[in-house]
């Protein structure tokens, strides 16, 4: 078992941050292994992810708390996997944090995974990128 934790500022107001992070579709924007989510009613979502060089198609949980500007998701499964997104307020921007908990062993390779999906939230909030865009 792990729990992993890693933050990093953002050069943007939080609710604008919190706006990008809670929509559903941008999931695949920022996270490299996801390959497609779409809501698929109440705190469901229908994901495609690549997992270990393989599409693993299936359905998470996904929840945004606008008063705490909090996302959590997690998944069923036999790797007991959850994770949370937390926004703050810092200076003029914002602090981001993930949070993940996974049976996932191998540590330095979660957390590599985590400071890319960081950088990602980071690069396409600063730069005011179309998410949709390659």
Do not use: C
Not at 52 to 75: K, L, Q
Not at 98 to 104: E, F, K, M, Q
Not at 114 to 127: C, F, H
């Amino acid at each position: 078992m792990g729990d992993h934790e890693r933050s990093t500022t953002v050069d943007a107001e939080p609710g604008v941050l919190f706006d990008y992070l809670s929509d559903v579709e941008n999931l695949p924007h920022y996270f490299a292994a996801m390959r497609s989510a779409e809501p698929a009613g109440g705190d469901t979502v229908h994901t495609v992810a690549d997992v270990e060089g393989r599409a693993v198609e299936g359905d998470a949980w996904f929840t945004a708390e606008p008063e705490s500007r909090t996302i959590r998701w997690g998944a069923p499964g036999p790797h007991d996997y959850s994770g949370e997104l937390a926004v703050v307020a810092a200076g003029a921007g914002s602090q981001v944090t993930v949070r993940l908990h996974t049976s996932h062993t191998d540590g330095p390779a979660v957390d590599g995974g985590l400071d890319e999906t960081l950088a990602t939230i980071k690069r396409n909030v600063e730069q005011g990128a179309d998410p949709a865009a390659p």
